[in-house]
């Protein structure tokens, strides 16, 4: 069984998820922990932003209801990358699983992992320099792949290499009774 075999695409709902965790509140500026509403401004052409609903106030329209395809546009945009801090951009973001697919557990029925790949608490967006970085150990910038230590694949191979020592079978305990130290007789 490989990873491969199992990794599915992520669905538009977990992105959402994962992005309305992680933005900021486009007014406040305080994470929108997952409930964010959309609304824009009562400036003409200004475009929804997503908000605290606490914070609408009447500088703001009325929320409007989006597509999920631009409400992960607007998320986007309101996200810092989990990796380096800096904001986010549309088109520019990798979603990466934290812990990776290859270091979780399958589940029993052998169909998914533990946790659920889809799980949108152990994902994280990312700007494509950060995943590059966690995926392949290549710094953001550099042109060659400095070390794969630490990172993804780094890990990987490891854990390939420990499975594959795994199953050699193991050295059976010998039988042989271990001989006591004869007592003295008198
Ligand atoms: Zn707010
Ligand atoms: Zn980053």
New binding site residues.
């Given amino acids: 069984m490989r990873v491969s075999d199992l990794r599915k695409p992520l669905p538009d709902g977990v992105k959402y998820a994962v992005l309305a965790r992680q933005a900021v509140?486009?007014?406040?500026?305080?994470p929108?922990a997952g409930s964010p509403v959309f609304c824009a401004m009562t400036v003409i052409h200004d475009p929804p932003r997503a908000?605290?609903d606490?914070?609408i106030e009447y500088s703001f329209r009325d929320p409007v209801k989006l597509k999920i395809k631009n409400k992960i546009a607007i998320l986007t945009e309101q996200c810092k990358c989990q990796g380096c801090g800096f904001r986010l951009h549309k088109g520019k973001v990798r979603f990466d699983h934290r812990p990776p697919l290859e270091q979780r557990k399958l589940n029993r029925a052998k169909t998914d992992f533990i946790p659920k790949q889809h799980n949108p608490l152990f994902i994280d967006a990312l700007d494509i320099e950060c995943h590059q970085f966690r995926t392949t150990g290549r710094k953001p910038g550099a042109l060659k792949t400095v070390t794969t230590l630490g990172s993804d694949v780094h890990i990987a191979a490891k854990l390939r290499r420990m499975l594959r020592r795994g199953k050699k079978p193991k050295r059976k305990w010998p039988k042989r009774a271990l001989k006591s130290r004869p007592f003295r007789k008198r």
Avoid: F, K, P
Avoid at 25 to 30: A, I, K, Q, S, V
């Fill in positions: 509140c486009w007014l406040c500026e305080e929108l908000l605290h606490s914070c």
